[in-house]
């Protein structure tokens, strides 16, 4: 067996005017073109056993792929692979007219050379499954993760340089992310013809290392860096088992329990320098400015405890129902204890420090009763229903000490009901159409209360914080409903319409309940195949997204109107594929793809923009020819252009990407 498979090259060279980042961003390609190894697949049988080789390799977008997997019949599998790819991103920042109209303002908006930010992904596994007898399997397993690059922050910097509107914070900010996983995983399986037992033990250690890097008031006097590092080093450790057992056709019973470890040692510091990032602490830095607060040597662990135990029964009283209870109890505590030294900047531009040490404890139990069913006895009909009840309580103890004397000392309790109701109808009337309703309710309460607590007990007090919050209420309504239609053999419909509907009402000591927020989304998509002729197929597209969030900061009158105001994101989609077999050899396909949204508010005299206000689209054109039984090229040209009215052009672009593909199978 010489064995078969496939491979093909492939490269894309991209020629590009205007943002090199918000094209890499949108399109997810390099703009400065890629190309490699696109496909590589190789099996071949040996005995009873076959290898098989599947990869690819795309320089210049570091998009890397290579799996090995070897079958031996029934006795085993395994499989090694490496993954790696890349997402990239934009740091240009909110863009404000009176910014880039500034003398220096440019500067504070575009304010990294570089716009190539990136983050790259690696993950290389190893995975066995070991069928040890008829009865019992054994799955070993171990996969390395890692993430680091750039990417850019929503903490944004400040500046002055708004052509006399006051301090905006526009300014990009940068996050370095160095993040890696090892997970190592044992498991088993045994099952017989009445009952199947699992278990499994599962080791998560992870190293973060990252840093947010921001830069504020750039241009002026009070110019700095701000690096903000954040590191921690966690173990987790799992441990859980299930067990099924089919007392008779009718009724079966099944029940899991896990429990889970985690200890983790954080450190970090956030410092401000003159000179750039990453400096040390220096309480003399030229440009130190009043409320310039931060720490340094940050030291601390966190222990945390989970136990969670499930059971259910299936039970099918008649053909046509099933109904299936289950009850589920959580039980966490976690303790923490940090330290750190505090930095603050004074008035006078004086430097203070103090030592700070942070403990705190919790402790939470939860239970949960669900129900789910399901009835198939009316013609043409698919219901489903399910209703989930939970309430946990727990408690929670912090302690913050400066220099030794208490600054908060503070126990609370906290008391959560939730209830969750769905239930969903399919009916299929005919072989051309069915429709899918689907509706489903939430309702979550959360109660605080403060047993006792170092700050003022007045509602007049400025020290309560977080601790003044009494309660809030969480409801959700969620309508969905489905068409797929078939007017033709050859044609197929589907229609999707999706309502949410989200109301957040909260109270604080001594102060009514209000409403806190109030959340709407509408989605409606329509799709469309179409195959006209053997030879032909058409593929299309539509999605209107419309949400709103409204909060009563949106309607402060005063000094403060405007400063917050009504968020909405409503963007239009489309995409439409049409393909032709010319002949034996050729085949033709189009694509277009457009996106716009248009809910750009120029809110910079009270705050800064929001929203979005962009179109852009992308179309091209494949040719595709068979140049034998085994190669085929394929060429593909592409335009894309964007415009974003929201960033004043500073987004733009206009692209022409050019493809070519050769394949080979043996």
Known sequence: DPGTGSASVSGTLVDISGDHGAFQKRHQVSA???????????????????????????????????????????????????????????????????????????????????EDLAIDRTKLWIDGLFNVTPNFTLHLAYTRNERSGQKDSTSQGDTNLTGGLGTRSVVPSIYNIDETQDLYLAEGTYHNDKAQFGGAVLWDKRKVDDARLEHRRPGESADRYLTHIETNDSDLFNAHAYARYEYTDQVSLNASYAHTKVDTDVGGSRIYSSTGFFGDWNPAYPSRQNHDEGFYDLTGSTSTNMNVANVNVSYIPIPTFTVVPSFRVYRESREADTEYVETAIGSSGAASLADINVVSERHWDEWAFNVESRYTGVKNWVFVGRALWTHGDGDLAENQLEEGDSLINRDS??????????????????????????????????????????????????????????????????????????????????????????????????????????????????SINWNPSSGVFVQGMVNYTDETLHTPANDVGGAAANQVIEQNNGNWSASATVGFVLDEQDSLFFNYDYFFADDFIDNSSAGVPYGLNRRDYTIGATWTRNLGERVTMSFRYAYAKNHEDSSLGLNDYKANLFYGKLAYHF
């Open 413 to 526: 309790m906290i008391n959560k009901w939730t209830k969750k109701y769905g239930a969903m109808a399919n009916w299929y009337p005919t072989t051309k159409v069915n429709f899918s309703l689907i509706y489903s309710y939430w309702d979550r309460y959360t109660d605080y209360d403060t047993l006792s607590t170092s700050a003022d007990q007045t509602v007049a007090s400025g020290d309560k914080y977080p601790a003044f919050i009494k309660s809030l209420t969480l409801t959700t309504n969620d309508w969905a409903a489905r068409m797929t239609l078939h007017p033709a053999s050859n044609v197929t419909l589907v229609s999707r319409f999706d309502v949410t509907k989200t109301d957040l009402e909260g109270s604080e000591i001594g102060l009514p309940v209000i409403e806190a927020g109030k959340y709407s989304s509408n989605v409606f998509s329509q």
């Open 32 to 114: 400065d073109g890629f190309g490699g190894i696109e496909n590589y697949t190789f099996e071949k049988t040996y005995g009873d056993g076959t290898l098989s080789i599947d990869g690819h390799a795309m320089f210049g977008n570091n998009d890397y792929n290579i799996v090995l997997k070897y079958v031996k019949g029934d006795k085993y599998t395994i499989e090694a692979g490496y993954r790696e790819f890349r997402t990239w991103y934009d740091p240009t920042g909110t863009v404000m007219a009176s910014v880039i109209g500034n003398s220096g303002g440019l500067a504070a908006t575009t304010l990294y050379d570089d």
